[in-house]
Nanobody, 125 residues
Framework: QVQLSESGGGLAQPGGSLRLSCRASGTISNFGTISWHRQAPGNQRELVASITGDGRTNYVDAVKGRFAISRDNTKNSIDLQMDDLKPEDSAVYYC???????????????????WGQGTLVTVSS
């Protein structure tokens, strides 16, 4: 079973920055789409940004110009750079993959609908 894990959450001041990373349980070989979602208390989980295996990106309007999703092959991660943070960005952030293939111990493993456990982002002064 392929697993995803997030890191990089924490406390930031309004206008500050955080960089979230999403790593897989193996070397990422290929994927359909990897996305970052977020869920604030009392709210539904919402899509924040996504990146396809061929590098196309998409953002929700609320974060356009402030957030950037990218693939870092040296870190084997999908990162979300968050700049100019606002209190309304506070939420648990999750990464997920619709279809993901990783290489681990000389074998390829493919899984669908994989979610991480989430990382908490709090933006407050």
């Amino acid at each position: 079973q392929v697993q995803l894990s997030e890191s990089g959450g924490g406390l930031a001041q309004p206008g500050g920055s955080l960089r979230l990373s999403c790593r897989a349980s193996g070397t990422i070989s290929n994927f359909g789409t990897i996305s970052w979602h977020r869920q604030a208390p009392g709210n539904q989980r919402e899509l924040v940004a996504s990146i396809t295996g061929d590098g196309r990106t998409n953002y929700v309007d609320a974060v356009k110009g402030r957030f950037a999703i990218s693939r870092d092959n040296t870190k084997n991660s999908i990162d979300l750079q968050m700049d100019d943070l606002k209190p309304e960005d506070s939420a648990v952030y999750y990464c997920d993959a619709d279809a993901l293939t990783v290489k681990h111990a000389s074998a390829f493993h493919r899984d669908f609908g994989v979610w991480g456990q989430g990382t908490l982002v709090t933006v407050s002064s």
